[in-house]
Structures are given as C-alpha cells and as structure tokens.
Nanobody, 123 residues
Framework: QVQLVESGGGLVQAGGSLKLSCAAS????????MGWFRQAPGKEREFVAI????????NYADSVKGRFTISRDNAKNTVYLQMNNLKPEDTAVYYC????????????????WGQGTQVTVSS
C-alpha cells in the first residue's frame, strides 16, 4: 500500500513558477514509478509526466516539455514537479500517482493516487 499527499499548489501569474511535492508513505516507494496528472474543470484527467523507480528515466506530455521537470528523492519518499513559465492553460488540479509498471499515459493503469493540489495560473 502507498499513500500519497500532494502539496505546493497555489495561485501564480503567467510566466511564474511553482514546485509541487508528493510525499509517499511506505517503505516500498522506490519500487514504484511515479506520475503526475492534471484535471481541469470539465476535462478528462491528462498525463503530465512520469519518472521511473530510480529516477533515471522520465517522460513528459508535449504540452509541458521544456517547462516542467519531474524528479524524485527516494530517501525522502518524495516526488517533485518543478513547473516553470506557467500558462493559464496549466490551471488544473494536479495529482500524483504510483504504480510498479504503469502504462505511463494511462490514468487507469495507476494503482495509487493522491488527493490533488490546485494550481491556478492567472493571465
């Protein structure tokens, strides 16, 4: 079992930055790939980024590539999402998710989810 708690969301102006954190419980955190997803009002949950268990491999949605960076610290059981040059279209609830072998872009393939943190980007 893995429990996930996101933090770091907030209100920021376009062009600004935020860093999200996702703290995981459990001693097996390093066995899991960790993903970030987001969901805007009236839209489906969409893939943002994923990092493998060791941190050696990452993948990003085209819409955030070059602006967002996912990282993890297995000693702290935490995964991060550094978001730079934020745009109004990045406004959404951001969720972290964990799975040992997910189909990276598929929300349904992740077993564990956090409660989400709101990110609002004003123009």
């Amino acid at each position: 079992q893995v429990q996930l708690v996101e933090s770091g969301g907030g209100l920021v102006q376009a062009g600004g930055s935020l860093k999200l954190s996702c703290a995981a419980s459990g001693r097996t955190f390093s066995r899991y790939a960790m993903g970030w997803f987001r969901q805007a009002p009236g839209k489906e949950r969409e893939f943002v980024a994923i990092i493998n268990w060791s941190g050696s491999s990452t993948n990003y949605a085209d819409s955030v590539k070059g602006r967002f960076t996912i990282s993890r610290d297995n000693a702290k059981n935490t995964v991060y999402l550094q978001m730079n040059n934020l745009k109004p279209e990045d406004t959404a609830v951001y969720y972290c998710a964990a799975d040992q072998s997910p189909i990276y872009y598929s929300a349904s393939s992740y077993d564990y989810w956090g409660q989400g943190t709101q990110v609002t980007v004003s123009s």
